[in-house]
């Protein structure tokens, strides 16, 4: 049978079930709206409150902190003069501002992703039932392309930061909630009973024993959400995010090489910074609870 005589619908069926589901939606978008405009609104007032933390910031002090958290989570010299350098150079190459609201955005996004994704993981470590549910749905957020999620929060939201945010959220989160539940399913059977043996709640057991133990694990998902909150910059650049993306795009638009050549590189720098104190910080914990495990 070729592909041609493969049973289909007929286009203007298929046109009446897509008009339905646009008009639905829009109808809803339309009528519901404000709703979710209301509900975002603190964490609009956050993402601002954050973003005007970081562009007020005098820029020694921001270095001074970079270098002192790298230095901190890494104990490696090299990491610290790769930071302070990189971050030099963004501010000789006149791309600071836009630099801060990136690091601010990215900040918001991986502490909202923490708020949700933790508790999520943790009850998919509870509820089998709840995990046969979300892992396909997972897997469809990390394979769907990330300008489809830009569809449907324009339309409920907007053009402006949060829609981005949330854009962003949507696409990071789920590396977090993976290796949450992971880290909890790893922790040693023996340890569990160790607790059970001393009389220890349900709370009790997650709180002070898996929870620690699969510290590990959660930070291995923070790092990968960084990564990629950082790879949605220019795509969320398309709603109102401001940051690096939005000069990048610019020099797509307008073909100036060295204005997306110095962003990207940018980007690339806040990658690796915020990688190697992530990971750094891992492995700090990784060593703190391996041999008591």
């Given at each position: ?143 769907m392309p990330s300008f489809v999620y830009l569809i449907p929060v324009v339309m ?57 133990l699969a510290l590990p694990s959660i930070m291995a998902g923070v790092n990968q ?18 940051g690096l993306g939005q000069p990048v795009l610019k020099a797509i638009s307008n ?39």
């Amino acid at each position: 049978m070729s592909w041609q005589e493969f049973p289909a619908l007929s286009p203007e069926t298929l046109r009446a079930i897509k008009k339905a589901i646009d008009h639905g939606f829009l109808n809803y978008s339309r009528s519901s709206g404000e709703m979710w405009e209301q509900f975002f609104f603190p964490l609009k007032q956050f993402l601002i409150a954050s973003e005007h933390a970081f562009v007020g910031m005098p820029w020694p002090l921001m270095v001074g902190l970079l270098a002192a958290l790298a230095w901190w989570s890494t104990r490696r010299s090299s990491v610290v003069i790769m930071a302070v350098l990189s971050l030099l150079a963004i501010g000789l190459f006149d791309m600071w501002e836009d630099t801060m609201k990136t690091f601010s955005m990215i900040l918001v996004a991986t502490v909202v992703c923490l708020v949700i994704g933790l508790p999520i993981g943790v009850a998919l470590s509870r509820f089998p039932a709840l995990r046969r549910v979300a892992m396909p749905v997972m897997d469809a957020m990390q394979t769907m392309p990330s300008f489809v999620y830009l569809i449907p929060v324009v339309m409920l939201l907007g053009i402006g930061k949060v829609p981005g945010l949330i854009a962003v959220v949507i696409y990071a989160i789920a590396p977090i909630i993976r290796l949450t539940h992971l880290g909890i399913e790893w922790v040693d059977e023996s340890l569990l009973e160790a607790a059970d043996a001393f009389g220890a709640t349900r709370w009790q057991k997650l709180i002070r024993v898996q929870l620690p133990l699969a510290l590990p694990s959660i930070m291995a998902g923070v790092n990968q959400s960084i990564m990629l909150a950082l790879s949605m910059v220019v795509v969320a650049a398309m709603i109102g995010v401001q940051g690096l993306g939005q000069p990048v795009l610019k020099a797509i638009s307008n073909q100036y090489f060295t204005l997306g050549v110095f962003n990207g590189l940018a980007i690339v720098a806040i990658a690796m910074i915020l990688d190697r104190i992530s990971q750094g910080f891992g492995k700090r914990l990784q060593a703190q609870e391996g041999p008591k495990s």
